[in-house]
């Protein structure tokens, strides 16, 4: 079974520019999350994305934004960039049935914003 | 607020012996905690886990170790080897939710 993909891998943008992330997850896995990775603060939740509804978000600006289609896949979109939105952007997908299971994550995008 | 935290940055251990990688959470709605390993360029590998009804779980050359009264965890490797090098996060997830808190990660080197 193939794993949760990202694309694209790397991307360069300049402030001010905006941005868009897509993810797709493991085949029958329903729920999609967002992380940042940056190297003073970890792994942060983003939001996580259920039958294209947000369930849950995590402490970011309006300027995070994303979705989720029908297929499962998601997008994540960052607007007006900054440089501190610098990082590796992580998706992980998981059957989300309500019971404990594990999130897969997917290699990630890097963003460098100049 | 860091609710999960792992307080050592970094680890070293010969290959063949133990690794011991601690973690502790403030949360005590959390039910759930997984352990990931992370190479560079790549995103987290899965691990193990081990739910908060249980105080042990083991894989292989892994094991968790849950301490619920004490808010900590654990992952021991046996025995460690040169593979293992990479940083290991803990995460920990509330009842019902998909969200993970992650701690800041363990550097774990292991040396021929």
């Known amino acids: 079974k193939a794993g949760v993909t990202q694309t694209p891998r790397y991307l360069i943008k300049t402030r001010g520019q905006q941005v868009t992330l897509s993810c797709s997850p493991i085949s029958g896995h329903r729920s999609v999350s967002w992380y940042q990775q940056t190297p003073g603060q970890g792994l942060q939740f983003l939001f996580e994305?259920?039958?294209?509804?947000?369930?849950n978000k995590g402490n970011f600006p309006g300027r995070f934004s994303g979705r989720q289609f029908s297929n499962s896949r998601s997008e994540m979109n960052v607007s007006t960039l900054e440089l501190g939105d610098s990082a590796l952007y992580l998706c992980?997908?998981?059957?989300?049935?309500?019971?404990?299971?594990?999130?897969?994550f997917g290699p990630g995008t890097r963003l460098l914003v100049l | 607020d860091q609710q999960v935290k792992q307080n050592s940055p970094s680890l070293s251990v010969q290959e063949g012996r133990i690794s011991i990688l601690n973690c502790d959470y403030t949360n005590s709605m959390f039910d759930y905690f997984l352990w990931y390993k992370k190479y560079p360029a790549e995103g987290p590998t899965f691990l193990i886990s081990?739910?908060?009804?249980?105080d042990k779980n083991e894989d292989g050359r892994f094991t968790v170790f849950l301490n619920k009264s004490a808010k900590h965890l654990s992952l021991h490797i046996v025995p460690s080897q040169p593979g293992d090098s990479a940083v290991y996060f803990c995460?920990?997830?509330?009842?019902?939710?998909?969200?993970?808190?992650f701690g800041t990660g363990t550097r774990l080197l292991v040396s021929p």
């Open positions: 992980a997908s998981s059957l989300a049935r309500g019971i404990q299971e594990t999130q897969y």
């Open positions: 995460a920990a997830r509330g009842t019902g939710f998909q969200k993970l808190v």
């Open positions: 994305y259920f039958s294209e509804t947000q369930r």
């Open positions: 081990i739910s908060s009804i249980k």
